[in-house]
């Protein structure tokens, strides 16, 4: 029992047996319409053939998300430049479309000193699209009533074909910093 429990030895919590589950099926970024804090409109193929460093938030959530997004930028900050913009995009994902829209996610992109290029905060604005979206990656988000919500965080990685290669601890800033510069670098020199 206790091995089935824990995934076969493996994972010591459900975050651990999910993020196990999510590595070992890679699930595809679904073809979603994006809007971001410029109003513009995408799916992921607007980042074709590169890397995407995402996290998903609300903006006006007062605990998890500011220090997600402030880790975040330090991991922008740590990667080489060279890299940013050319070989990969930095993206924020709003679960909360309806209080999310451009304007409020522009106020937060500049809180954060996003450049909204390199990296970007966007909406889902279609409801069954962001629901796909998060059931695939395994976003758990849940309303609490009162305009909150109840969601686990981490720092999702996306290959260049739009997979899901790595779910990281977004409290481990350098070590999320060196897995992406590290995958960056292999290829660079492939």
């Not at 999510?22 to 799916?43: A, G, I, T």
């Not at 209080?99 to 992109?109: I, M, Q, S, W």
């Not at 074909?161 to 790595?166: D, F, Q, S, T």
Request: aromatic letters at 14%; glycine letters at 6%; one cysteine or more.
């Amino acid at each position: 029992l206790f091995y089935i429990g824990t995934d076969g030895f493996r994972a010591y919590t459900a975050e651990t047996a999910r993020v196990n589950q999510l590595m070992k099926d890679n699930p595809l970024f679904p073809e979603v319409m994006m809007e971001d804090s410029k109003e513009r409109q995408y799916s992921i193929s607007e980042f074709k053939n590169k890397y995407v460093f995402i996290t998903f938030l609300y903006t006006s959530c007062g605990t998890v998300c500011p220090q997600l997004e402030m880790n975040m930028a330090q991991v922008y900050d740590l990667l080489p430049s060279k890299y940013i913009g050319e070989e990969i995009i930095f993206l924020s994902i709003s679960f909360d479309p309806e209080r999310d829209t451009p304007a409020t996610l522009e106020t937060y992109r500049k809180a954060f000193n996003s450049d909204g290029e390199t990296w970007r905060m966007a909406r889902i604005i279609d409801q069954n699209e962001l629901d796909l979206l998060l059931e695939r990656f395994g976003v758990i988000v849940i309303p609490d009533g009162f305009g909150n919500f109840t969601h686990n965080s981490a720092f999702y990685f996306v290959n260049r074909e739009g997979r899901l290669v790595e779910v990281m601890d977004y409290t481990k800033i350098e070590e999320a910093a060196a897995k992406v510069t590290s995958i960056l670098e292999r290829e660079a020199g492939a």
